[in-house]
């Protein structure tokens, strides 16, 4: 934990490299945001992260806190102002409920390229107030953009598993994990038909083409999995993946169904998941039970997820 302390610079100064882009992550600390982070440092890219740990856990920014391209500014988004030389990418991934304001200030001094993550059951006509912030902020992001002539893009993400997953997302086959690791997967469990839920390298792989390619300006993607799995399949893979993955196993194909922007973001990004489902669950499981980390034990049904 020491290298996450050296990682952090209280300064809102952030000494940073002329020849290398500068990527600013607000919600970095956080399931998609720390991974995102690893992500692009990967690639070169040298990483802004700003979160104020309110349900991020500095313990995700272990691995890019090794990285001497990263740097982490502890604070709100909503009050703290940053001070940097340069900025090329600005990503929004945290969970939301902030203005907007400084941010937007910021995006507008820098030019940079923006891309808001937002929600894919916005689609829904039903959805609840929980996603109004989500609703609100595109529009802000969106007219700040035509007002100022800005780049930016929103990336509507379905549910998303892997390694720091938090299990707030009510999807099936994140309860199925989570079911699987406190040790009730055997128990019958009342979950839906099937899951469109993205493994957490694919979905940055998606966030990342999503504001690096050219022409994705004022454009809405979308980021669910294109081909639905059921979720029976996923109940019988976390009970053997090792068996699973030794059979090349395929899940059965089931009939699209598809959000508005899908098929342009697969065809306009080139963008496929890369990583099987049994990979994935089985990455997902390894990770925290190598991490030993306690996973809660999954509520019934009539109670809060």
Not at 25 to 44: H, M, Q, T, W
Not at 47 to 68: F, H, P, R
Not at 265 to 285: A, D, E, Q
Request: charged content about 25%; overall charge neutral.
């Amino acid at each position: 934990m020491d290298e996450i302390e050296d990682a952090i610079n209280k300064k809102t100064i952030i000494p940073l490299s002329r020849n290398k882009p500068v990527a600013l992550v607000v919600g970095a600390a956080g399931f998609l945001g720390s991974n995102l982070a690893d992500k692009l440092l990967e690639i070169g890219t040298q990483v802004v992260g700003l979160d104020d740990l309110s349900s991020g856990k500095k313990e995700n920014l272990e691995e890019a806190a090794k990285n001497k391209n990263f740097h982490l500014v502890i604070g709100s988004a909503q009050d703290i102002s940053l001070d940097l030389a340069r900025l090329d990418y600005l990503f929004i991934v945290s969970a939301g409920g902030w203005d907007l304001q400084k941010m937007l200030d910021l995006f507008k001094a820098s030019k940079c390229r923006l891309l808001f993550v937002s929600s894919i059951d916005l689609y829904d006509k039903e959805s609840g107030t929980d996603l109004a912030w989500f609703k609100n902020a595109e529009s802000t992001v969106a007219r700040q953009a035509k007002d100022y002539n800005l780049n930016t893009r929103v990336l509507r993400l379905g549910a998303v598993f892997g390694p720091r997953m938090h299990f707030r997302t009510k999807d099936p086959a994140i309860r199925l994990i989570q079911a699987s690791l406190s040790g009730d997967l055997p128990k019958d469990i009342s979950l839906e038909f099937s899951t469109r839920s993205l493994y957490v390298s694919d979905a940055c792989d998606l966030i990342i083409k999503t504001i690096f390619s050219g022409a994705t300006a004022q454009k809405i993607f979308d980021g669910v999995l294109p081909s639905p799995i059921k979720v029976e399949e996923i109940k019988q893979i976390l009970l053997d993946p090792l068996w699973y993955e030794s059979k090349n196993f395929t899940p059965a194909e089931l009939p699209p169904w598809r959000t508005p922007n899908l098929d342009q973001t697969i065809k306009f990004l080139n963008w496929h998941p890369k990583l099987g489902i049994v990979k994935g669950l089985r990455k997902s499981l390894n990770y925290f039970k190598d991490h030993e980390i306690r996973i809660p034990r999954m509520e019934s049904e009539s109670g809060s997820p």
